[in-house]
């Protein structure tokens, strides 16, 4: 191995470590250019012609949101593949995914209350109550994949640091306890929230104790994004489960303000 070379991977492992230890204090990280027009592209194409996935629609009729998906194509398989070998990289750990989804918010497409992801009780079918993503595991990294620009007049995605603990019962007393992860007011105000202003095919990776919301889409184009979900693989493949049991689950609230 050349000289250069050797180098080159040593400078590219710190930058992974850094990328690491970001995420581990504040939570989220921003990584530019990671896809290019024509993946993103193709990948669109594939979104639009899926048939069986989970589609959920507003109460405009307007399609908000399409579950189950990574599998579907031959591009969002690519891109799942992609991911992996980046948090690999940057985590120095395997993951594996444990939920997916397609976020198409329409113009007038309404936001999202602030939240945690995952930090929710659910009534399975037996009626008993269960921790929200932490009865599958506890280390997971949303993975949002930018398919058009995001800006603040469509209703980019803002963030703010990670919450200290990443402990179900410390989390859950920070929310409305509502069924779903939305925040109380009294932690709302704690926090500093990051517009997150991004270009087709940018990646945000970001913690699910990231409190992070969304406004509505005030621009005449729609602001599609991809969120792919990983959890470490120390606690095995659970999107099946996770599925299933939401399919299941006795809560219908919901964390958008309009669907
Ligand atoms: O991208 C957005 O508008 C926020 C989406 C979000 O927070 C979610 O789907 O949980």
Redesign the pocket.
């Known amino acids: 191995m050349t000289n250069l070379l050797k180098l080159l991977i040593i400078d590219l492992k710190g930058m992974m470590n850094k990328l690491h230890k970001i995420f581990n204090q504040k939570g989220y990280f921003i990584q530019k250019n990671v896809f290019s027009e024509e993946f993103i592209n193709s990948l669109i194409n594939e979104i639009n012609k899926i048939e069986n996935a989970n589609f959920y629609y507003d109460s405009y009729k307007k399609l908000r949101?399409i579950e189950k998906l990574y599998d579907k194509g031959k591009y969002l398989k690519d891109l799942n593949n992609l991911i992996l070998s980046k948090l690999l990289d940057i985590f120095n750990k395997e993951f594996l995914i444990f939920k997916d989804?397609f976020?198409a918010?329409p113009p007038g497409g309404k936001?999202?209350f602030p939240?945690f992801?995952g930090i929710f009780e659910f009534q399975d079918e037996n009626n008993k109550i269960r921790k929200g993503w932490y009865e599958y595991g506890n280390f997971f990294v949303n993975v949002?994949v930018a398919l058009d620009d995001?800006t603040e007049e469509n209703?980019?995605?803002e963030i703010a640091n990670r919450f200290d603990k990443n402990d179900f019962a410390y989390l859950i007393d920070f929310t409305k306890k509502n069924g779903t992860p939305e925040l109380n007011s009294i932690s709302v105000k704690k926090c500093s929230f990051e517009k997150i202003v991004l270009k087709k095919g940018d990646v945000v990776f970001f913690s699910n104790i990231c409190p992070?919301?969304?406004e509505k889409n005030t621009s005449n184009n729609n602001?599609r994004?991809l969120?792919y979900t990983y959890l470490s693989k120390d606690f095995g493949y659970q999107y099946e489960k996770y599925f299933h049991d939401k399919e299941l689950s006795r809560n219908k609230t919901s964390?958008?303000l309009d669907d």
């Open positions: 949101r989804k976020n918010k936001g999202f939240h992801d949002l995001c209703g980019t995605i992070h919301k969304s602001r994004t969120y964390k958008s």
